[in-house]
């Protein structure tokens, strides 16, 4: 498991750290405060900056785009001036991402540097690469000949690998990143959005007819008694998840029974995707009701346990944080080894509380966000 995370360089972090990291995570803070950063943070030195979850990121985020003004002649890129903090690209710009596990350190680091037709690298003096920007925003502002660096390294090895950068600062779709396909940890990411249906569908054939079948049952069943099973089902090649009640013949499309099953399945499905792995939900109690939190967080505490994932979700809700808090407490055998953890972009360092903390603020009418 991630005992410790050190950020440098990204996004709206100059440098930021958060220690004392637990089995369940949550994250709390005012929005633009940076924990969804956080969670692709984890997401890009888990996988060793994967190119498949790094373009992800910048898709998800929206800052892919087309590159040349021939239409028959486009190419996806993703805008890397948006990675860097500053959002600025400059020749010498570096990023670092650090986790500190049981065994090793893991950690990535990207960098821009002077494109060498020899070896691909120079080295020298930090030059500016963008200009100031012209009134005519098609000019490309970051002059061609340079390349981002990317190095990985854990226990066992360091890898290097690069990818020229676009005119305008970006990374071509189909570059030569490194895809670490034989990965030791899976790490898994949940937009606030949630899972497309098709993937849930995917999720749900993974886990047919195994152990992780029942484990999705019962986290269904913790918001809905009512539901004894749950199938996918192909209408006119529309994927569609389905779900049998008590007492009701014909089954019914899970989104009668309202977004909180729906965001719950998810939940559930991704636990069991994670399995010896990393689980990152942003903000997990979309689409819960208050008074479901504590069957959420319950279900949550054993699953992580028993498939050995390590949980990381923010939120900005108070009833979120403190039903997690209760829970803790009253239940430490469905729950234990928790750290709830605040976020400041003007601190260099997380605000961890524990449970008794935390319901110790709550009962003096207090804000931990």
Request: aromatic residues 6%; hydrophobic residues 40%.
């Amino acid at each position: 498991m991630i005992a410790n995370l050190l950020v440098e360089n990204y996004r709206s972090f100059r440098r930021f750290e958060i220690a004392a990291l637990g089995r369940v995570n949550l994250l709390v803070g005012m929005n633009n405060s940076g924990k969804t950063s956080l969670l692709e943070a984890i997401q890009v030195v888990m996988s060793k900056a994967d190119s498949k979850i790094l373009w992800s990121i910048g898709v998800r985020r929206g800052e892919s785009s087309h590159n040349g003004s021939d239409a028959r002649n486009l190419f996806d890129e993703i805008d890397l001036n948006c990675w860097f903090h500053g959002f600025e690209l400059r020749h010498g710009s570096t990023m670092s991402l650090s986790a500190t596990l049981d065994t090793h350190l893991q950690s990535c680091h990207l960098e821009v540097v002077k494109a060498s037709p020899v070896n691909g690298h120079v080295t020298g003096t930090t030059t500016t690469l963008a200009p100031a920007l012209t009134e005519n925003i098609d000019e490309p502002f970051v002059p061609s000949g340079f390349t981002l660096s990317v190095s990985a390294t854990d226990l066992q090895s360091k890898q290097i690998w690069t990818s020229p950068l676009s005119p305008r600062g970006g990374v071509q779709a189909g570059s030569a990143w490194r895809d670490a396909a034989d990965q030791e940890f899976r790490t898994t990411y949940v937009p606030t959005s949630g899972l497309s249906t098709r993937d849930l569908v995917s999720l749900i054939d993974d886990i047919t007819l195994t152990d992780e079948e029942g484990l999705v049952l019962r986290a269904l069943q913790s918001l809905d008694e009512r539901i004894e099973r749950f199938a996918p089902k192909d209408r006119n090649r529309m994927p569609q998840i389905v779900v049998r009640l008590k007492g009701v013949a014909k089954p019914l499309p899970i989104g009668v029974l309202g977004d909180g099953v729906n965001r719950l399945l998810t939940i559930a499905l991704a636990l069991a995707k994670s399995a010896n792995g990393v689980l990152l939900i942003d903000e997990i109690d979309t689409g819960l009701h208050y008074t479901t939190m504590d069957r959420m967080w319950s279900f949550i505490g054993n699953a992580a346990e028993e498939l050995n994932v390590q949980v990381f979700a923010t939120t900005h809700s108070r009833d979120c944080y403190e039903s997690l808090a209760t829970i803790c407490h009253e239940s430490p055998e469905a729950l234990s080894n928790v750290s709830i953890q605040r976020i400041e972009q003007d601190r260099q360092s997380a605000v961890s509380y524990t449970e008794a903390e935390i319901l110790a603020v709550a009962r003096r009418g207090l804000e931990v966000r």
